[in-house]
């Protein structure tokens, strides 16, 4: 059974900072992996998709990397800002397409002005 | 605008009360799913939808129906709802079922059984 963690479960930084988000999974057989942020109260806001055959993924001041023969992505948000702060997801469907998708649990970000 | 829609937003009942939470997206996705969101435990698939008459259960399916006779819709059923399914619930669909396509979200429903 896929397990996900996502480490640490909470971050606070001061704005401006460069920060790494990490999302661990047991099983290597996976299709994609999927980043959200998620805002209190509301639903998931897509932010990257990085396919198994990809190393990373780039959006704005966001960059995602997965290597999957560790079982490991990192979400890198760079020059952090007060908007930033959410709680941040990772997603990731067993190799198949989306029949299992396993969230991890979170980590909330808290970007201080 | 391309999206995911969800009816009711919040909702309070009682047990043993029938209801649907109706799902709904404009994109002509072939993927529809259902998750719940607990503390602690994060998103659990509780459904899935691969393409129109195709459905399957996901890790936590107990307590729910689902039916996909249209592509656009996609609703959850409880057909005797328990305080256990408490709980804040998405709805997601994507492109093609194959994985090669990102989820969207719906903006989730707030249920509370007393």
């Known amino acids: 059974k896929q397990e996900v963690t996502q480490i640490p479960a909470a971050l606070s930084v001061p704005e401006g900072e460069n920060l790494v988000l990490n999302c661990s999974f047991t099983d290597s057989a996976i299709y994609n992996l999927q980043w959200f942020r998620q805002d209190p109260g509301k639903g998931l806001t897509s932010l990257l998709l990085i396919q198994s055959s990809q190393r990373e993924q780039t959006s704005g001041r966001l960059n995602a990397s997965l290597d999957k023969s560790s079982g490991r992505s990192t979400l890198y948000i760079a020059a952090s800002q007060p908007g930033d702060s959410a709680t941040y997801l990772c997603a990731v469907p067993l190799s198949g397409g989306y029949q299992k998708v396993t969230f991890g649990i979170g980590t909330k970000l808290q970007v201080i002005p | 605008e391309a999206q995911v829609t969800q009816n009711p937003r919040y909702l309070i009942t009682v047990t043993g009360k029938k209801l649907t939470v109706t799902c709904s997206q404009n994109?002509?996705?072939?993927?529809m799913s259902w998750y719940r969101q607990d503390p602690g435990l994060g998103l659990r698939q509780i459904y899935y939808?691969?393409?129109?008459?195709?459905?399957d259960k996901g890790d936590v399916p107990e307590g729910y129906k689902v039916s996909r006779k249209e592509k656009r819709n996609f609703p959850l059923i409880l057909e005797s709802p328990s305080p256990n399914q408490t709980s804040l619930y998405f709805c997601?669909?994507?492109?093609?079922?194959?994985?090669?396509?990102?989820?969207?979200f719906g903006p989730g429903t707030r249920l509370t059984v007393l």
């Open positions: 939808s691969m393409n129109v008459e195709v459905t």
């Open positions: 994109m002509n996705h072939e993927y």
């Open positions: 997601a669909s994507s492109l093609y079922s194959g994985g090669a396509t990102e989820q969207f």
